[in-house]
């Protein structure tokens, strides 16, 4: 039970972004975490350790975003019109997309699967063999995804310098 808790507390900035990122609404962010920390403290006992306790817990956050999505039925967008003011001094994801302007607007455009991926990869340090376990898919696809991701956004921010937006 200690280990669960400093785990959730040791990655619960990350394990926010991440959530942020794939839905897109703060309103909804703070509901999903709560509702995938429960659904891993009820699954603790079934914990096999096959992978890290913290890539347990992004699988289960990036599951529950995914259902979350899916019952919605909506593409997750982020409007840095609409972000709230950050309430302590550690950044929230508001924030960070904010500051990013043009960049959080290319990944809010990304598709769900290549932005979690790419946040997973780049942002949050995993290896791209962690990120798979995470995300539940092949090493490769996982890379692909990245690659694609990545090609995505430098094209949208070539856009923004030769537009002046995105």
């Given amino acids: 039970m200690k280990a669960f808790v400093e785990a959730v507390e040791a990655h619960d900035d990350r394990l926010r972004a991440l959530c942020f990122q794939m839905v897109g609404d703060s309103d909804d962010v703070s509901d999903l975490l709560q509702e995938s920390y429960l659904k891993a403290y009820k699954a603790l006992p079934s914990f096999r350790g096959e992978s890290s306790l913290s890539t347990w817990l992004y699988r289960i956050v990036f ?60 942002a949050a340090e995993f290896g791209y063999a962690e990120a798979a376990d995470v995300l539940g898919e092949a090493v490769g696809t996982v890379a692909s995804r990245v690659a694609r991701a990545r090609g995505s956004l430098r094209a949208a921010l070539r856009r923004s310098d030769t537009d002046g937006e995105l």
Avoid: I, W, Y
Avoid at 68 to 96: G, M, V, W, Y
């Fill in 63 to 122: 599951r529950t975003c995914v259902d979350h999505l899916r019952s919605t039925k909506r593409r997750p967008t982020c409007s840095t019109d609409e972000l709230p003011e950050p309430q302590d001094p550690a950044p929230q994801p508001s924030e960070l997309t904010e500051r990013f302007g043009t960049l959080g607007k290319a990944l809010a455009s990304l598709p769900v699967e290549q932005r979690a991926a790419v946040f997973l990869v780049d």
